[in-house]
């Protein structure tokens, strides 16, 4: 992230901690076990990983202000999405990255995945969530740190490609934002996410895991 980011695109906002509280109580808490150990990366502000509960919590995040956001109990770690080796191999049951990989090259991403293979338990998966091209199109490019573009297509034929089994593909998971129009109510998300139906859904969630052949 450029200089600055946080404080213009990434503003600390009240309402993602409301956001993330939902969608751990209503989606993330029936597939991660206490017992688990989670990686979050790209974290930000935290409000993914903070809502955890589980035996282990790890976050990365190349913001060097990130550990300042994390709740404790949480082991924070500055430093590249492409440099995993303080974590022990074997270890991570889930993994996580949102609004991450838009940002990096496609050659940065690939060696995310290479670094985040040996580090997954044996159980272990890769959840990702971020804009879906093919619906965001038109404010995709309002994030001046944007480099890549996939939609939901492209992002699990990118993981196949690079040696990973996708299991779910969900192209409308999330509205864009935050800021989008429609309110940031705990019960709203929880309809949202059980709804087939999905009013201005435009970031996508795909999960995968390494696949035999990688």
Not at 104 to 116: G, K, N, R, W, Y
Not at 134 to 156: G, I, K
Not at 177 to 197: D, E, F, G, N, Q
């Amino acid at each position: 992230m450029t200089q600055g980011y946080h404080e213009s695109r990434l503003a600390k906002d009240a309402r993602r901690d409301v956001v993330w509280k939902a969608l751990w109580s209503h989606y993330f808490r029936h597939r991660i076990s206490p017992g688990d150990c989670v990686l979050d990366l790209g974290c930000g502000y935290g409000e993914f990983i903070n809502n955890v509960v589980a035996k282990t919590r790890l976050a990365l995040d190349l913001w060097a202000r990130m550990p300042e956001h994390v709740a404790a109990g949480v082991e924070a770690h500055v430093g590249s999405v492409t440099d995993l080796g303080w974590i022990a191999d074997s270890s991570v049951d889930f993994a996580f990255a949102s609004n991450l990989f838009e940002h990096v090259t496609q050659q940065e991403f690939a060696a995310a995945l290479d670094a985040l293979r040996p580090k997954l338990a044996a159980r272990g998966s890769l959840t990702i969530l971020q804009p879906n091209y093919r619906y965001a199109y038109r404010e995709y490019f309002d994030d001046y740190t944007h480099v890549a573009v996939y939609t939901h297509v492209s992002l699990a034929d990118f993981l196949t490609a690079h040696g990973w089994e996708v299991l779910d593909v969900r192209p409308r998971f999330l509205p864009l934002t935050v800021k989008s129009r429609l309110p940031v109510w705990p019960a709203l998300i929880a309809a949202y996410l059980w709804s087939p139906i999905k009013p201005l859904g435009k970031q996508m969630l795909v999960r995968a895991r390494p696949s035999a052949r990688g």
